[in-house]
């Protein structure tokens, strides 16, 4: 049996980033149609792990923090986000999603259907791997197992 060629990092760079061309196009099609920006729906999402302070939001996002109050202005106006002073240090503001916000995240993850479609075709072992391949690659953690047939 001929061994299959060796993938190199290129080839696996183009891949990455056709594969967020098109999950981007998918987010930015899917925010939209819920009448928020991009940059709107992207402080959503990081917001749905947890509160975040404004400047950490800011660093996550790759803009300036006078970037962000302009997104958390609009998105608190619409009663998506809210701010909410540290009990530690009354100079920080976090910022929480509220469940309305969280309502908007899931029906933008709902509207992706090109991403899901493209998600469904994986087997759940492939997704677990998928997973914890990107983990491992841009987190630094995590691991695939092989299946027992490559072992």
């Known amino acids: 049996m001929e061994d299959a060629p060796r993938i190199d990092s290129a080839q696996l760079m183009e891949l990455l980033s056709v594969s967020l061309g098109v999950y981007y196009g998918d987010f930015t099609a899917a925010a939209a149609s819920e ?8 402080t959503l999402t990081v ?7 404004m400047r950490a ?6 803009c300036d923090a006078s970037n962000v109050t302009g997104i958390i202005n609009r998105l608190e106006k619409r009663g998506l986000v809210r701010r909410e002073a540290s009990a530690s240090d009354r100079r920080v503001t976090h910022l929480v ?4 916000g969280e309502q908007v995240t899931d029906s933008i993850r709902a509207k992706m259907r090109a991403t899901q479609e493209g998600l469904t075709r994986l087997t759940d072992r492939d997704r677990d ?5 990107l983990e491992r690659v841009f987190v ?3 691991s695939c197992r ?3 047939s490559e072992a």
């Open 47 to 53: 917001l749905r792990r947890g509160p975040v302070a």
């Open 57 to 62: 939001l800011a660093d996550t996002l790759g």
């Open 35 to 42: 009448n928020l920006t991009a940059s709107q729906g992207k």
């Open 140 to 142: 630094t953690r995590g």
């Open 97 to 100: 999603i509220t469940p309305e």
């Open 146 to 148: 092989p299946a027992e």
């Open 129 to 133: 791997c998928l997973y914890a391949l």
